[in-house]
């Protein structure tokens, strides 16, 4: 399991978030093998105001990937160059943090999440 937070401007990205969900989508499948349809963004747009990020880009986003333990670092940083490499951003103008915590933390479909079988390897 892999929930993607998208933080950016309103005014950039509210007409792009389906781009934006298929590019990071893509990085996910190639670099963790997350089946195709596991997709869970939320995209948190801020007017101007609200977004306080000095020496960045109105293009500047925030992407908080909140998953399961297991991923390994090789892994992580895989994630996180698909992300540089495909987003055609400056580098400056996007920041990626990678939440992990331990199955048993969330709840999905009714149980406990180390309950479930998945269909996919999170140990990557």
């Given at each position: 399991m892999a929930q993607l937070k998208i933080y950016g401007r309103r005014d950039v990205w509210a007409g792009r978030r389906r781009e934006l969900s298929d590019l990071l989508q893509s990085c996910l499948v190639s670099?963790?093998?997350?089946?195709?349809?596991k997709r869970f963004h939320r995209f948190l747009l801020l007017d101007a105001d609200d977004f306080v990020c000095p020496q960045r880009s109105d293009q500047y986003l925030i992407?908080?990937?909140v998953c399961f333990t297991g991923r390994s670092d090789d892994a992580k940083r895989a994630l996180i160059r698909a992300i540089y490499e495909r987003c055609g951003l400056p580098p400056e103008d996007v920041e990626i943090t990678i939440i992990e915590m331990p199955k048993v933390n969330w709840g999905i479909r009714g149980v406990p999440a180390d309950e479930l079988a998945l269909t996919y390897k999170v140990e990557v």
């Open positions: 670099a963790w093998g997350l089946p195709e349809d992407i908080e990937v």
